[in-house]
């Protein structure tokens, strides 16, 4: 594919009863930092030429390289602690009262707080 569109490429296929299916094909997409060396690299291939590869990637592109951003690398070191909330899915026991939901947790049952909002003011420590 890459060799008959001269560029990186996003195959979407299936494999039905033993036989592969391509179901599309398109150009793939590409942050900033990913199209210097995909340009870079189909030129050392020789699926285009240093110029066409030159014309690929614009001053937007680089411009977006020269802002600061965050390291990549993972640490063990936790950034932050939060509060232990959700907007997400819970099990539990409505309760509306900080005090009741450490209660009721501490004899083992599951609990929801629910307020309007949840601040270190609201929740126990």
């Known amino acids: 594919m890459e060799a008959h569109y001269r560029d990186l490429c996003d195959v979407e296929f299936t494999v039905e009863r033993g036989r592969l299916w391509i179901l599309q094909t398109r150009v793939g997409k590409r942050t900033a930092e990913a199209a210097f060396p995909i340009a870079r690299e189909l030129d050392e291939a020789g699926t285009i030429t240093s110029d066409e590869a030159l014309a690929r990637v614009d001053g937007t592109e680089l411009t977006r390289l020269m802002f600061p951003s965050f390291a990549t690398r993972t640490s063990d070191v936790p950034l932050a602690h939060g509060v232990p909330a ?6 539990g026991a409505v309760v509306f009262d900080s005090d009741a939901a450490v209660r009721r947790a501490s004899g083992g049952q ?6 309007r909002e949840t601040t270190p003011r609201t929740c126990p420590a």
């Not at 959700?86 to 099990?91: E, I, L, M, Q, Y």
């Not at 599951?110 to 307020?115: A, K």
């Open 110 to 115: 599951h609990t929801v707080l629910v307020r």
């Open 86 to 91: 959700s907007p997400g899915a819970a099990v």
